[in-house]
């Protein structure tokens, strides 16, 4: 939940990530929704959402092997971790499942398969 109140939710199924405030009945998509895919307007398999102070959105893209960051209000994301195709060198991940980020804007992710953060 975020300071205003809203709660977000990714559905990996639909590679999307959504919005909800008290008596939404569909919720509002925030990220992704464009189908499963790799562009930067698109996510597969979201699976951990962070919020930051500035209502950005971090997202553990999991079967992209990366992490975005949307900016609220954006229509894409940013690639601020991996993105380099699976691996375990230091420009790669191997399917994030989380992510926070420190009140200095340091990113922390969980490196599934490759044991890390």
């Known amino acids: 939940m975020d300071k205003h109140g809203f709660v977000y ?7 999307e990530v959504r919005r909800w405030k008290e008596g939404d009945e569909r919720g509002t998509i ?17 699976t951990y959402i962070f919020v930051d102070k500035h209502d950005s959105l971090y997202i553990s893209d999991s079967l992209n092997n990366r992490v975005m960051k949307w900016k609220k209000n954006a229509k894409e994301g ?5 993105g380099n195709g699976k691996g375990d060198s230091l420009k790669q991940l191997s399917y994030p499942c989380r992510v926070t980020v420190d009140h200095l804007g340091r990113i922390y992710v969980v490196d599934n398969e490759n044991h890390g953060v």
């Not at 990220?31 to 398999?45: E, I």
């Not at 940013?78 to 991996?82: E, H, L, M, S």
């Open 30 to 46: 925030v990220a992704g929704g464009n189908g499963r895919g790799n562009d930067v307007n698109q996510l597969n398999r979201p």
């Open 78 to 82: 940013i690639v601020v971790a991996g």
């Open 9 to 15: 939710v990714s559905d990996w199924k639909k590679n």
